[in-house]
């Protein structure tokens, strides 16, 4: 199985920012792609980035151009720059995978909270 460790998670002022890490252990698998969810209060849990072993990137469309996902792939690691925050982007920001297999793994969230 694989484990993921989410860090950076935290309290930001609306407009700043903060960098998400996750880093997967414990499985003798290449790592295909990782990604951010996130869920926010009342809402659907909604993909907010993804990026595969190839560096290939997927992005909601209400973070374009102020998120930034990148990984490295040797540490099996992915982070999400995330600028620009706004309050109504607090929420549990849920860090995925998905081996070469197929499996898909979560980790347990992170809290980001956008606020004065």
């Known amino acids: 199985q694989v484990q993921l460790v989410e860090s950076g998670g935290g309290l930001v002022q609306p407009g700043g920012s903060l960098r998400l890490s996750c880093a997967a252990s414990?499985?003798?698998?290449?790592?295909?792609?990782m990604g951010w969810y996130r869920q926010a209060p009342g809402k659907q849990r909604e993909l907010v980035a993804a990026i595969t072993s190839g560096g290939s990137t997927n992005y909601a469309d209400s973070v374009k151009g102020r998120f930034t996902i990148s990984r490295d792939n040797a540490k099996n690691t992915v982070y999400l720059q995330m600028n620009s925050l706004k309050p109504e982007e607090t929420a549990v920001y849920y860090c995925?995978?998905?081996?070469?297999?197929?499996?898909?793994?979560w980790g347990q969230g992170t809290q980001v909270t956008v606020s004065s």
């Open positions: 995925t995978t998905t081996l070469e297999i197929g499996r898909n793994y």
């Open positions: 414990g499985s003798i698998f290449n790592i295909y792609a």
